[in-house]
């Protein structure tokens, strides 16, 4: 069954964007993970992941938990210091 969405009409406002703005940190390291994961999926079939492999994805997995972190203290005003 194909569901049809009906076309976007309106722009995205000043405040949508100012959110993707500010989320753009968070969004660019996932993916990055995502790539990781990506490389270590297609390294299974090529020999396995490489000691590089490996800290290619611990590093972007710290990446995604700074910039989740930063926008948390960004935006909840009970973390700000």
């Known amino acids: 069954m194909r569901t049809h969405l009906a076309p976007v009409t309106t ?3 000043t405040a949508d964007l100012a ?3 500010a ?3 968070l969004i660019a390291a996932e993916l990055d993970l995502l ?3 990506i490389t ?3 390294a299974e079939d090529h020999g396995g992941p490489t000691e590089l492999d ?3 994805l611990r590093r972007a997995e ?3 938990t700074r910039a989740a ?3 948390t203290a960004r935006t909840d005003p009970r973390r700000a210091a």
Request: glycine share 0%.
């Open 11 to 13: 722009a995205p406002t």
């Open 19 to 21: 959110a993707i703005d």
């Open 23 to 25: 989320e753009w940190p």
């Open 35 to 37: 790539d990781a994961e």
């Open 40 to 42: 270590l999926l297609y």
């Open 54 to 56: 490996w800290r290619r």
């Open 62 to 64: 710290a990446r995604v």
């Open 69 to 71: 972190t930063d926008l």
